[in-house]
């Protein structure tokens, strides 16, 4: 009855936040900020401002490493986040907890054992732009989420990229399946993903480039987040390259970005 009540509280504030007034100052960072904002038609756009309201609000945001936290950085990452929602009846990231931004890339401490009987423990560290935690927060290098977005169009992003692992880690273990709509579409998903999957670590070893980074062969879980950083900023030539990637991708994510509107006009213009 308790989590029944909280989940209508909760509805009905976020269902209030559709009228409340998306400050003018936010506005300006949105469009300063996530470049993908201009892309979007008039309608979509209302529905990414009510979900940054909402994320915003619920979500904490926590500076690390002497970056102090401000709206600037609140309204960027949620932009990114809520960019995959819009158009999908879900709840918003409810396995994420807290957002965590160091001013550049931060080191990760890494202890892995192989998996052989005995095996050796590998300890040292890592340097990372992005990293997301099953147990309920992302961690982001800032200058890495201005440097991804202040180019729409080049395939990379390290929000996105986070957010997707974030998605894929509601459907259980990090594997490159997140929680999809029916039976049907898991059979569907794991054949065109791992078809795709084997094709660009094939494309790796014999040293062909493809429009997917080369970073998805890593594991089904990366190759996953990889795919849908491709999907929002290099969505023509996916669509062409790969077309039953995107067509699965598009069914999942409920949006075509291939028909938003070019980015590229908006900089040939100036
Ligand atoms: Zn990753």
Redesign the pocket.
Known sequence: MGGFLTGFLKNRKRERLRSARFPDEWLCILKARVPLFHRLNEVDQVELMWRIQVFVREKQFEGCGGLEMSDELRVTIAGHGCLLLLHRDVDFYPLLYSVLVYPSAFLVPVNQQSDEIGGVVHEGSDLLCGEAWPTGAIVLAWDEVCRASSDDHDGTNVAI?EFA?LLDMEGGAADGTPILGNSDDYSRWAEVLSAEYRHLRRANRRGRRTVLDQYGTEDPA?FF?VVTETFFENPIEMKLRHPSLYQTLMAFYRQDPSRWRSGVDRRTIS
Do not use: G, K, L
Request: charged share 25%; hydrophobic share 25%; net charge negative.
């Open positions: 990229h692992h990366e987040a």
